[in-house]
């Protein structure tokens, strides 16, 4: 997300921060998370965006959950000291959405596959890299909070062609998927849906950006 990472690891002015860019799915997280341990990082943050799994929760809605579920069951609880001391820092007109977030195996792309998770988790909303980065923070020992920003409401649905255009580093190839919506008229509500979603949760995510770095 680049609201706070760039691709390689980077110490963030004079303050000692380390941030990367994973893009999508569980093994680059992992990936990007040893990259930043190798550098001197003494603790994890997953920060990005996630999917809505309840109508509640809409896109831009900001999530800081108290743990995250894995795709067996396992609950990774983030740290308390860390969670308390970031909620506390943000304003109170901020709604801060605490339900567990799940881990999401491949990518959720109709209102079905979202409400089978919530029912099979009974978490709230869903991501695929905070899981892998929570049980790598595990491993080695450090603590793990979690930020999150959702694009994508219970409901919307996902053109899988979009999923398969997301690069490595996260961001959208974009001529080809115009060259796609060209050719798919059907498609182009879903994308604009999701392209509003995603300008709804960067804009949250720069909020929290600002108010936990200031």
Same mark, same amino acid.
């Given at each position: 997300? #680049? *609201? @706070?990472? %760039?691709? #390689?690891?980077?110490?963030?002015?004079? =303050? !000692?921060?380390? &941030?990367?860019?994973?893009?999508?799915g569980a093994e680059r997280a992992c990936r990007a998370g040893r990259r930043l341990l190798a550098a001197g990082a003494t603790a994890l943050v997953s920060w990005g965006t996630a999917a809505a $799994?309840?109508?509640? $929760?809409? !896109?831009?809605?900001?999530? $800081?959950? &108290?743990?995250?579920?894995?795709?067996?069951? =396992? +609950? @990774? !609880?983030? +740290? /308390? +000291?860390?969670?308390? %001391?970031? /909620?506390? &820092?943000?304003? &109170?007109?901020?709604? *801060?959405?605490?339900?567990? $977030?799940? +881990?999401?195996?491949e990518p959720l792309l109709s209102a079905i596959d979202k409400s089978q998770l919530a029912q099979r988790s009974g978490a709230d909303a869903a991501d695929m890299e905070s899981a892998a980065l929570a049980a790598l923070a595990r491993e080695a020992g450090v603590p793990l909070l979690v930020v999150r920003a959702v694009i994508d409401g219970a409901d919307a649905v996902v053109p899988a062609r979009l999923v398969t255009a997301a690069r490595a580093d996260g961001g959208l190839d974009v001529l080809s998927t115009l060259a796609w919506l060209a050719c798919s008229p059907s498609q182009w509500r879903a994308a604009f849906e999701l392209a509003r979603g995603f300008r709804a949760a960067l804009l949250t995510l720069q909020r929290v950006a600002h108010e936990v770095h200031t």
């Open positions: 997300m #680049r *609201v @706070f990472a %760039r691709r #390689r690891p980077r110490r963030s002015g004079g =303050t !000692p921060v380390l &941030r990367a860019v994973s893009g999508v $799994l309840v109508p509640e $929760l809409g !896109p831009g809605a900001l999530l $800081l959950p &108290r743990k995250v579920i894995g795709c067996d069951g =396992t +609950d @990774f !609880p983030v +740290d /308390s +000291d860390w969670h308390q %001391r970031v /909620s506390e &820092r943000l304003p &109170r007109e901020l709604a *801060v959405h605490m339900a567990p $977030l799940a +881990d999401a195996a």
